[in-house]
């Protein structure tokens, strides 16, 4: 068993408190390695549960799917061995991975919706969070339609182990009312979450991200202000989480009208985030770059440090405004495309539309 | 019924009393704290008034001659009517809002309900400096009080009287309760006496040196090795604006890594708040440990922390900026420090630099670096060669190191993030250098390609190869390589996790992912066979279709086990037995001879 000592020793490491979530899942991959060198299922199902944790929490999460694939086999193959539902759990991130994703048809996510739900029938657990990730995913698309039908669907079926929890489902409640485009009510249901009396991995800091975004777009300064001090707070806490770089996206939008010296500090700062992501938080992002891009002078030349692999890089480091604002336009434009043609609608396309209006 | 008449809500007082007192504080030392600040306000509040006046606080304990613990003080006192007030209203605090409410530590109106934790009954003594007379208020934890007056003549200051609970007790005996004296009140600027039957101790004789300018270097070393239990490798004065924070910053003298946090000690307006940082340091710190007091930042109701302000980020900004300017000047003011930071901290340093320009500028030449040739420092490797390869990853590190090593190649072992990031850095940062990333992979393309087409034999030998190798999934090349003595080299892309598994039928995520595989070209495992190499070159005269396939399964397996890669059953078993064939065949030949 001395193959175990050497996962050990690597696990050790993993989750050393301050390690950055990179580090740790290139030492989970190593662990993962020696595992099924060893052809220890069971090692390799918790290592990979580890894995898929260290990889949440960046925007970068390459091995995501592939590992739950592999736990979803080694699960059915001896379903006594495994708890259902931490599994379960992870299968709602696949869910949302899936649609981030363009190149994965619709109808592969609906088998996989199906798949999610007679799983949780099969184990008599409710099917709430089968509603709530299809609602998710309306209230990215900002389809509002779709987004009340779910919404009514969520709230028809009672709260169960798999739903989401108390401060996550009022997060998605308050994006329902922000994309109804009522700052107000919006403002008044994240209360609770604004003073922590609930709070997740994300919530409140996404809540403040948005209702900031939402706050400057409805000219309501003072209010934009205290939201982004307060979202400025919660972020310390989640330093390394490259997975909030959209809602990061807000904030630059936020600092282009109060604050542009400290925007092009947040972009210099947060770049590297956003292009190691090719999922839909890069549309996200990029359609934020633009609409902050907007707000400043076109003609300007600014000195920045892109990140070497940037299309736009250049020893120098000075670049004109224009070209940053026509790459992020294209970008999300090309994404919109992408989601659009996946979706068969146009709810992207209409996004930039309404954001860069 | 009249609707008219408003009724007042009844609050359980006792109830409220336990939950604010038991609840509130994480310990219940925390009375000290509190009875501390009490006088310590008070006497801040008499100085307005007198600006001479000499403060101090007396505490007597409990001992052969009496059952009661006295705290007293010589501040401004309380009137009947502000004992009244201040005294018998939960959340009314005397110093809110007053005209200076920042000289004052508390502010809450709760600090006393902390004593409720320890004792059943609170008195308060206390002569305002606006009054001639005293007067005694004794408060019940059931939330009844009632006051008399004092006939006896006495001095202007309060003093508070607790009967400490028999659970509590041994937090009054001498040693414990000096320890929390000291622990708390250290730093306070006015004296704190302690009595014990006939002993006198000067809880803060030794005052707090580490706040006064003129302090020297081995002084604050000595005041940290005190407060930490350890030696330091420096320590450096910290001074910030924002925030009022001033104090001292010590480097460990021993590796950190990335994990726990380290302990400090933070006095906010010079009374012990937190032994962590309260988000005053940097994040990259790892490697301080503080000592600090604030003057102009705030503390959250349970006086545990610090509120996160305005004023804290720019403190936190500055003390930033302070720690690495020491970074970038402690070379030039002491050779011999800087080469300990570096050999103990170049990791963090490393982090660091990864970040920031300046701090990359000065380091790197003498920053370490793990490499195929043992440990190097950047500069030795930026003046011996020519190209600087490095591997992302432990792995191709592993795999490459022997490889290259034969070659005479260095690569640096760049395994953390950071170090990529630095590497990166230090390319765009100074173009006369070329630092490229190499792999396993890469590493083979390198080598010395043969054109078979101009020898049959050789082309003969690699299609063989080719043959066998094709059942174990692994593909054949023919390469020139050093050293010579390495008849093949294995390579397989291992950064990627290896999916052999059975697919379960209800998994639908199958279908789903080639839209989530790399776009790269997916890399067979090749074995690179060394057409220099004595044994490879009598192999190609040998056509016997026993042997060959057996010397090409010893020479594959054989190459796994080189490269450190996994030998699996049926591996080990193919080796074992092409061996075995060998063997018998050798002794047929030995037989036949």
Request: proline content about 4%; glycine content about 4%; charged content about 25%.
């Amino acid at each position: 068993m001395r193959y175990t000592l050497e996962v050990q020793k690597l696990l050790n490491r993993a989750n050393q408190e301050n390690i950055h979530p990179k580090d740790a899942g290139k030492l989970l991959v190593q662990a993962i390695q020696i595992a099924d060198a060893n052809e220890d299922v069971e090692l390799g199902y918790e290592l990979r549960s580890d894995l898929m944790d260290k990889e949440w929490g960046l925007s970068d999460r390459t091995e995501f799917v592939s590992l739950f694939s592999w736990m979803l086999n080694a699960y059915d193959a001896d379903p006594e061995n495994y708890e259902i539902e931490d599994l379960l759990w992870k299968y709602k991130w696949i869910i949302n991975e899936l649609y981030s994703n363009p190149d994965v048809p619709l109808e592969q996510i609906e088998l996989v919706l199906e798949d999610y739900k007679r799983r949780l029938e099969e184990k008599g657990l409710g099917i709430r969070s089968y509603y709530s990730k299809q609602l998710n995913e309306a209230l990215y698309q900002q389809d509002a339609a779709k987004s009340t039908t779910f919404l009514d669907l969520v709230n028809a079926v009672p709260r169960d182990e798999l739903s989401d929890c108390n401060a996550c489902e009022m997060d998605t409640e308050v994006t329902y009312l922000i994309n109804e485009g009522d700052f107000g009510n919006a403002y008044t249901k994240a209360l609770p979450l604004l003073q922590k009396q609930f709070t997740c991995a994300h919530v409140p800091v996404i809540t403040f991200c948005q209702l900031c975004y939402m706050a400057i777009r409805n000219n309501e300064f003072e209010k934009a202000a205290e939201l982004f001090h307060q979202a400025e707070e919660g972020l310390q806490e989640v330093e390394d989480d490259s997975s909030l770089i959209t809602s990061i996206g807000a904030l630059i939008v936020y600092l282009f009208h109060t604050d542009k010296d400290k925007g092009w500090h947040y972009i210099e700062k947060y770049l590297p985030w956003a292009d190691s992501t090719k999922t839909s938080r890069r549309f996200f992002f990029s359609l934020n770059m633009a609409e902050a891009l907007k707000q400043e002078d076109q003609e300007k030349e600014v000195t920045i440090e892109l990140p070497h692999e940037h299309p736009l890089y250049t020893t120098s480091n000075t670049y004109k405004v224009k070209d940053l604002y026509d790459h992020y336009y294209q970008e999300a434009q090309r994404y919109a495309v992408e989601f659009d043609e996946r979706n068969r609608n146009s709810n992207f396309s209409l996004q930039i539309e309404k954001a860069l209006s | 019924m009249d609707e008219n008449q408003q009724y007042l809500f009844q609050v359980n007082l006792k109830g409220m009393i336990s939950l604010l007192s038991e609840h509130l504080y994480s310990n219940p030392n925390t009375f000290v704290r509190e009875l501390l600040q009490n006088g310590v306000d008070a006497i801040t509040a008499l100085r307005t008034m007198d600006e001479h006046h000499e403060g101090c606080i007396r505490i007597h304990l409990p001992d052969s001659k009496r059952a009661e613990l006295i705290f007293e003080d010589n501040g401004i006192g309380l009137k009947e009517d502000e004992i009244h007030k201040f005294l018998a209203v939960i959340g009314e605090s005397s110093k809110r809002e007053a005209f200076e409410a920042n000289d004052y530590i508390g502010k809450f109106g709760i600090g006393l309900l902390s004593c409720f934790v320890v004792s059943n009954e609170i008195i308060v003594e206390s002569r305002s400096a606006l009054s001639e007379t005293a007067v005694r208020w004794t408060g019940k934890s059931d939330g009844t009080y009632h006051i008399t007056p004092i006939e006896e003549e006495r001095p202007i200051g309060s003093k508070v009287i607790l009967y400490p609970k028999d659970e509590f007790k041994y937090l009054f005996k001498a040693d414990v309760f000096r320890k929390n004296l000291e622990y708390y009140g250290e730093a306070l600027p006015m004296p704190i006496y302690l009595h014990y039957e006939e002993t006198v101790h000067w809880i803060n004789e030794a005052g707090a040196l580490w706040l006064e300018s003129t302090t020297t270097k081995e002084e604050l070393l000595a005041i940290g090795r005190k407060a930490f239990n350890t030696g330091f490798l420096d320590a450096f004065p910290i001074s910030t604006s924002s925030g009022g924070v001033k104090g001292v910053a010590y480097i460990l003298p021993y590796k950190t890594q990335f994990s726990g946090k380290q302990t400090h000690k933070l006095f906010l307006k010079r009374m012990f708040l937190s032994d962590d940082d309260c988000r005053l340091l940097p994040k990259w710190a790892f490697f301080i440990r503080c000592i600090l007091n604030a003057e102009g930042l705030d503390a959250i109701a349970s006086r545990e922390a610090l509120v996160y302000n305005d004023a804290l980020k720019g403190a936190k900004k500055e003390i930033g900026n302070t720690i690495k300017a020491y970074l970038k000047s402690i070379g030039l003011i002491d050779h011999n420090i800087y080469q300990k930071l570096i050999s103990t901290h170049y990791l963090h340093l490393k982090a660091i630099a990864a970040e920031d320009n300046e701090l990359l500028q000065v380091f790197i030449d003498d920053l370490p670096f793990e490499t195929n040739k043992g440990i190097r420092t950047f500069r030795n490797i930026r003046e011996l060669e020519p190209t600087i390869f490095y591997t992302p990853n432990i792995d191709d590190f592993k795999q490459v190191r022997r490889i290259a090593g034969a070659q005479g190649t260095l690569i640096i072992n760049a395994a953390y993030t950071f170090e990529e990031e630095l590497l990166k850095k230090i390319q765009r940062l100074d173009s006369s250098l070329r630092i490229e990333q190499i792999s396993p992979g890469s590493l083979l393309n390198s080598f010395h390609a043969i054109d078979t087409s101009l020898d049959p034999a050789l082309a003969d030998f690699e299609i063989r190869a080719a043959e066998v190798l094709k059942k174990l999934n692994c593909t054949c090349s023919l390469k020139q390589f050093s050293p010579e003595d390495t008849p093949a080299i294995y390579v397989a892309p291992q950064d990627e996790i290896n999916v052999k598994q059975a697919v379960s039928p209800s998994n639908p995520l199958t279908a789903t992912l080639s839209a989530f595989a790399p776009k790269k070209k997916a890399v067979q495992p090749v074995l690179c066979f060394n057409a220099d190499n004595k044994l490879v070159k009598s192999m190609i005269g040998i056509k016997d279709p026993y042997v060959f396939p057996s010397i090409v399964h010893i020479l594959y397996v054989q190459s796994l086990l080189l490269g450190k890669y996994p030998v699996s059953d049926t591996e080990m078993n193919l080796f074992n037995e092409a061996l075995h064939s060998l063997i018998i065949m050798g002794m047929e030949h030995f037989i036949n001879i």
